[in-house]
């Protein structure tokens, strides 16, 4: 996977390289709790050099630009082993929604928003818990297979396939109810239900990094 610096892709990126946007608000909460969760869960089934193709980034549609995550977030993490370490807070720009083929917001108001940028997002643009509910509709069998001899192990392909099945399914599998895509923000409140949202986003993510990769949560 990338190293933890949070810049944009360069020339050397491309369809080398599939590139997962988490949003939320300040970029200080929720998505900075999802995105290391899910390097975490990416490392945790393929180990550090086959999550190469795949760089997981976040930022805020009313970033804190510079700052780090809050503190009970990092605590989060810990709970689950995930890495806190070199977080710094950014403020969403037309560049990030550019380089990424999938984004990942925490709420329904955060898509529209960066749909509303443009750039041909809307595609490639849901919610987590969203993309979870059309993930877990998906065959899997009908996803590239994972390949050991490719430099990504084949991920990047499978990836987008992911994300084209979804982006189908949407139309015709919709959420039980106006809060089912939902992920609250925590900002200022205590640290149980920062919890509670970590084990919100963890098991979110747990079906999305098992399509991802086609290797299911270890016991």
């Not at 895509?181 to 640290?191: K, L, Q, R, W």
Request: hydrophobic share 40%.
């Amino acid at each position: 996977m990338a190293p933890q610096g949070r810049g944009i892709a360069g020339a050397q990126d491309g369809w080398t390289t599939f590139r997962i946007l988490h949003v939320s608000t300040g970029n200080v909460c929720r998505s900075p709790i999802t995105e290391r969760l899910h390097r975490h869960g990416l490392q945790c089934r393929l180990g550090t050099e086959l999550t190469s193709g795949i760089v997981v980034e976040s930022a805020g549609t009313w970033g804190h630009e510079g700052a780090p995550m809050e503190t009970h977030a990092a605590t989060v993490l810990a709970d689950y082993g995930a890495d806190a370490d070199g977080f710094i807070g950014r403020e969403l720009l037309d560049e990030h929604v550019i380089r990424a083929d999938l984004v990942l917001t925490a709420t329904r108001d955060h898509r529209a928003q960066v749909i509303s940028m443009g750039h041909s997002a809307g595609l490639r643009t849901f919610t987590l818990k969203e993309f979870n509910r059309l993930v877990k509709a998906i065959d899997p069998a009908t996803l590239p297979e994972p390949d050991p001899a490719l430099p990504d192990g084949g991920l990047v392909a499978r990836a987008r396939a992911l994300v084209g099945a979804a982006a189908a399914l949407r139309g015709w599998l919709l959420a039980p109810n106006a809060e089912a895509d939902e992920v609250h923000d925590p900002y200022g409140a205590p640290i149980t239900f920062f919890r509670s949202i970590g084990d919100e986003i963890n098991q979110a993510l747990d079906p999305v990094v098992t399509a991802l990769t086609g290797v299911p949560a270890r016991a």
